[in-house]
């Protein structure tokens, strides 16, 4: 049974940072690419950032490219997130993906296989 599971959410002012981290099982971590996305209250799903499992190349939505770092160990299992910076609108449920495919379209959803529950991040003004 394949399970993500995110950690490292929470309220923090703006300018401030946080570590978002996410713990697969059930599958073989290291084959897998990964990725973030994030919704914010009334807005659809829309991708953060993803990391290949193969080059380990990274992507950035253009509104986190700059704050935001992904990155894994895939000794453990984890990808993570660093956060810097933080905006009142980066305020969002966010949510960790793994893939088995290709990473052709890293930004779409469609392009991942199993999803985490979220982990909230609130920013205050």
């Known amino acids: 049974q394949v399970q993500l599971v995110e950690s490292g959410g929470g309220l923090v002012q703006a300018g401030g940072s946080l570590r978002l981290s996410c713990a697969a099982s059930g599958v073989t971590f290291r084959l897998y690419s990964m990725a973030w996305f994030r919704q914010a209250p009334g807005k659809s799903r829309e991708f953060v950032a993803a990391?290949?499992?193969?080059?380990?190349?990274?992507y950035y939505a253009d509104s986190v490219r700059g704050r935001f770092t992904i990155s894994r160990d895939n000794t453990k299992n984890t990808v993570y997130q660093q956060l810097n910076s933080l905006k009142p609108e980066d305020t969002a449920v966010y949510y960790c993906?793994?893939?088995?495919?290709?990473?052709?379209?890293?930004?779409?959803?469609?392009?991942?296989?199993?999803w985490g529950q979220g982990t909230q991040v609130t920013v205050s003004s």
């Open positions: 990391i290949t499992w193969s080059t380990r190349r990274a």
């Open positions: 993906a793994a893939s088995s495919r290709s990473l052709s379209v890293y930004y779409s959803e469609s392009s991942y296989n199993y």
